[in-house]
C-alpha cells in the first residue's frame, strides 16, 4: 500500500507572521532598550527598540533609496543580533551577573524565533542588490582573471569620503573615535564570517581557506590575533574594548557591512559571491590600512596604537593573492563557469556596500559637527510652523527625569522644539547639544541620534517638516 | 581584454574601441551588452526595436533580426553596479578605447 506524499512546500511566513515574529524576538529582555548610552561588557545586550518594531514592515525589499531609512537600521541591528548568536561571546570580567543574559542569548527560544524571522529580514535589508547588481554575457575564467585583476590597475590610493571627513571635522578625535567604534563589530570578532565556511568537505580549496584564518587568528598566539590587535587600537585612545559597548553608535551602514558577511556566510548557497567579496575586502584592505594608519597617527599622535592596520598592510597582500589564485581560479576550474556570475556578484555588491557605508559616514561626522547649527535652525523652522506657515504633523511627548530614548533615526527631517524642561540632545558619540524651553533643534533624515532628559519633566514636540529647507524663506 | 567601466545611459554610454561600439542595452527580456555597429552593414543596433511579439531586435537599416536571449547568454561578459557597468571586451589588437554618447531606442532603454 502506497501513501501519496503532500507536495512540497517551500517554507514562508505571511507579513502578519513575520510581524507576529519579529516582535516576539526583540521583547525578549536582552533586547530592550538600556537606561544608559553604552553597554557595560555585555556581549548580550542590543537594543532593539521593540517598541516600533509593530509598527514596521518587513515583508518587502527595501529599495536602495531607503536604505538607511529607520526600517533598515532596524532590521540591521536584529540581523546582527540573531548571526552572532552563532558565535561565542563571553564579558571580559566573567559571567557573575550576566548569567541570566548568557542564557537568554543563547537560549533556544531565541536561536529559533531568530531563524525563522532571518531569510525574510535578509531578504529586506539585502534584497535591493538583486537591483543594484546585474551580470550578463559570456563569462570564461580568463575573463573573470583579467576582470578581476583589473582591481590591481585600480588607483585604490585616494582617501575615502569618511577619511576625508574625519580630516576636515571640527573634531576630528571625535570624529576619528567615532570611526573606530563602526569598526568594532567587524573587528572585535574579526573572520568570525569567515569561519563560517570552514567546516563541511569541499576540496583543496577549503584548506586554502583554512590558512587565511590562520593568520587572521594569528597562528593560535593570543596577541597576535586580529582582533586583539584592534582592541589594543581602543584602548590606546581610551576606548572601551568590551564586545558592543558602543552598539548605540553604531550606523546602519556599519552594521550592514558586518552583515553582509555573515549573510553570505550563514548561507552556503551564497559561497561563490562571498569568495568574490573576499578577493575584493582582502585586496582593498592594503591601501586602506596604509591609509588608515596615517590617519589615525596624525590625529591620535604616536601613542595610538597602529599595529592592527601596519599588520593588515603586510598579511592581505598574500590574503588578495590567494584568494583569487588559490581559490576563485582552481574553484572555476573545478566547477565551471556557472560559479561566475555569483564571483562576480560578491566583487561588485561588497563595493556597493562599502560606498553606502562610505558616504554614511561622513555624512554622520557632518551632522555631528553641525550640532551648533542645528540648535540655531529651530528658530527659523520654528518660526515657519508657529506662524502657520507650514503645517507638518506633530506629536506632543511627556517625559521623565533621565529618559532614555536609544538612538534611531527618522525618514525625513524633523524639528525638535522644547516646551518647557531640558533635554540632551544626542547627535552621535561624545556629541550633544544643551535644549531649553523655547529652544529646539532640527534633526536631518537618517541622521542617527537619541536623547535624555535632564529636568524633572521634559514637554517637547517633534514637528515632522519632512525637508526642512522648504520651512526657510 | 580590456575591463572598461561605462555609463549605463546618457553621457559616456558607449566604449568606442578599434572600429567597434559598445552600449548596454536594457529590454524587456533582460540587460546586456550590445555591439552597436550591425553586422551587416554597420548599421546602429543601439536604435533597432524589437520585431513585434519576439525577443528579436531589428536594425534600423535593413531590417536584420537578431536573438536578444542568444546576446544576453552569449554576448560580452559584463556587470551592471548601480548606473554603470564593467565589460571584459575582446582585444581590439591593443587599440585604446574612448567613452562617448550614443542615443538608445526605446526598447533598449527599459529600466
Ligand atoms: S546594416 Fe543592419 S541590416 Fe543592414
Ligand atoms: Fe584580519
Ligand atoms: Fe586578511
Ligand atoms: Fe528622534
Redesign the interface.
Known amino acids: 500500500m502506497s501513501h501519496a506524499l503532500p507536495p512540497h512546500k517551500p517554507f514562508e511566513l505571511t507579513p502578519e507572521r513575520l510581524k507576529e515574529y519579529v516582535v516576539q524576538y526583540a521583547t525578549n529582555p536582552i533586547y530592550l532598550d538600556n537606561e544608559e548610552w553604552e553597554n557595560d561588557d555585555n556581549p548580550y545586550r542590543r537594543q532593539l527598540r521593540p517598541q516600533v518594531l509593530p509598527y514596521l514592515d518587513f515583508s518587502r525589499v527595501l529599495p536602495r533609496s531607503e536604505i538607511l531609512h529607520y526600517e533598515g537600521l532596524a532590521a540591521q541591528r536584529i540581523l546582527a543580533a540573531i548571526y552572532e548568536s552563532d558565535l561565542m561571546f563571553l564579558p571580559k570580567a566573567g559571567l557573575k551577573d550576566k548569567w541570566d543574559d548568557f542564557k537568554q542569548y543563547y537560549s533556544p527560544s531565541n536561536r529559533a524565533l531568530g531563524e525563522i524571522i532571518r531569510p525574510s529580514l535578509e531578504k529586506f535589508a539585502f534584497g535591493f542588490l538583486d537591483q543594484e547588481v546585474e551580470v550578463s554575457g559570456k563569462w570564461t575564467k580568463a575573463e573573470l582573471e583579467t576582470y578581476l585583476r583589473a582591481l590591481e590597475d585600480r588607483d585604490l590610493t585616494q582617501p575615502t569620503l569618511s577619511e576625508i571627513a574625519i580630516e576636515k571635522s571640527t573634531d576630528p578625535v571625535r570624529a576619528a573615535k567615532t570611526w573606530l567604534i563602526q569598526f568594532a563589530p567587524d573587528f572585535l570578532s574579526e573572520a568570525s564570517p569567515m569561519l563560517r565556511n570552514v567546516l563541511g568537505y569541499y576540496g583543496p580549496a577549503q584548506s586554502e581557506w583554512f590558512k587565511i584564518i590562520i593568520d587572521e587568528y594569528g597562528y593560535g598566539v593570543h596577541k597576535t590575533k586580529h582582533s586583539h590587535l584592534f582592541e589594543r587600537t581602543l584602548e590606546s585612545v581610551g576606548l572601551r574594548s568590551d564586545v558592543h559597548h558602543y552598539w548605540q553608535y553604531y550606523l546602519n551602514s556599519s552594521l550592514m557591512v558586518n552583515n553582509y558577511f555573515h549573510y553570505l556566510g550563514k548561507n552556503h548557497e551564497l559561497f561563490f559571491r562571498y569568495i568574490g567579496a573576499l578577493y575584493y575586502t582582502e585586496t582593498a584592505l592594503v591601501d586602506f590600512c596604509r591609509r588608515a594608519a596615517e590617519l589615525l597617527t596624525k590625529v591620535f599622535g604616536p601613542d595610538v596604537d597602529v599595529e592592527y592596520f601596519t599588520e593588515h598592510i603586510g598579511i592581505d597582500v598574500h590574503h588578495g593573492r590567494m584568494a583569487l589564485e588559490k581559490l576563485i581560479l582552481p574553484l572555476v576550474e573545478e566547477h565551471g563557469e556557472v560559479i561566475i556570475p555569483e564571483i562576480v556578484r560578491g566583487f561588485e555588491e561588497f563595493q556597493i556596500i562599502s560606498d553606502i557605508a562610505d558616504r554614511d559616514f561622513a555624512d554622520q561626522i557632518a551632522w555631528m559637527d553641525s550640532g551648533p547649527a542645528n540648535k540655531e535652525l529651530h528658530a527659523p523652522v520654528w518660526e515657519a510652523i508657529s506662524s502657520g506657515r507650514v503645517t507638518p504633523p506633530v506629536a506632543n511627548i511627556v517625559e521623565p527625569y533621565r529618559e532614555l530614548s536609544n538612538t534611531h533615526c527618522h525618514d525625513g527631517d524633523e524639528l525638535c522644539h522644547i516646551v518647557s524642561g531640558t533635554m540632551k540632545f544626542v547627535a552621535g558619540f561624545e556629541s550633544h547639544q544643551i535644549l531649553e524651553a523655547g529652544e529646539g533643534t532640527v534633526i536631518n533624515r537618517n541622521r542617527l541620534h537619541g536623547a535624555i532628559i535632564e529636568s524633572e519633566e521634559c514637554v517637547y514636540e517633534i514637528h515632522s517638516v519632512g525637508d526642512y529647507r522648504a520651512c526657510l524663506s | ?1 580590456p ?1 572598461v567601466t561605462f555609463a549605463v545611459e546618457g553621457r559616456d554610454n558607449c566604449v568606442a574601441i578599434g572600429g567597434s561600439a559598445y552600449v548596454y542595452a536594457r529590454t524587456e527580456h ?4 550590445l555591439s552597436a555597429n550591425c553586422p551587416h552593414r554597420g548599421g546602429p543596433l543601439n536604435l533597432a526595436e524589437f520585431e513585434p511579439g519576439r525577443s528579436r531586435l531589428v536594425c534600423p537599416w535593413h531590417d536584420r533580426a537578431a536573438s536578444v536571449t542568444k546576446a ?11 548606473d554603470r557597468v ?3 571586451l575582446p582585444d581590439h589588437d591593443g587599440a585604446g578605447y574612448t567613452l562617448e554618447h550614443r542615443p538608445m531606442s526605446g526598447a533598449l532603454a527599459r529600466c
Open positions: 581584454m575591463v533582460g540587460s546586456f551588452v544576453i547568454k552569449a554576448g560580452v561578459p559584463a556587470v551592471r553596479h548601480g564593467t565589460a571584459v
